[in-house]
């Protein structure tokens, strides 16, 4: 069992920065594949970001490639979503997941395949 808890969330204007942090309790994030994923108003919850257990592997949706990061640190257990030219459709509830894989290779970006999930974080985004 992991309880996963989201920060770093607010409000920022078009083009700013924020960054997002998912602290792990618990067992380090280097045991879990991790993952970002997103929901705005009245859509359904979508892919972001992955990252593998060793850190070696990851994946971004198309929209925030070049502009989002996923990171962890082990010592601290948490995992992060820098976020850069934050634009008004990032404007959503983030949520991050922790998934038990068997290799540390692997990248989840399926939101059924993970078992853990954070309670999320608000990132607003204005023009």
């Known amino acids: 069992q992991v309880q996963l808890v989201e920060s770093g969330g607010g409000l920022v204007q078009a083009g700013g920065s924020l960054r997002l942090s998912c602290a792990a309790s618990?067992?380090?994030?280097?045991?879990?594949?991790m993952g970002w994923f997103r929901q705005a108003l009245g859509k359904e919850r979508e892919f972001v970001a992955a990252?593998?257990?060793?850190?070696?592997?990851?994946d971004y949706v198309d929209s925030v490639k070049g502009r989002f990061t996923i990171s962890g640190d082990n010592a601290k257990r948490t995992v992060y979503l820098q976020m850069n030219s934050l634009r008004p459709e990032d404007t959503a509830v983030y949520y991050c997941?922790?998934?038990?894989?068997?290799?540390?290779?692997?990248?989840?970006?399926?939101?059924?395949?993970?078992?853990?999930w954070g309670q999320g974080t608000q990132v607003t985004v204005s023009s």
């Open positions: 990252r593998s257990r060793n850190g070696a592997n990851t």
């Open positions: 997941a922790a998934d038990t894989v068997r290799f540390p290779s692997t990248v989840r970006t399926v939101q059924s395949e993970y078992d853990y």
């Open positions: 618990g067992r380090t994030v280097s045991s879990y594949a």
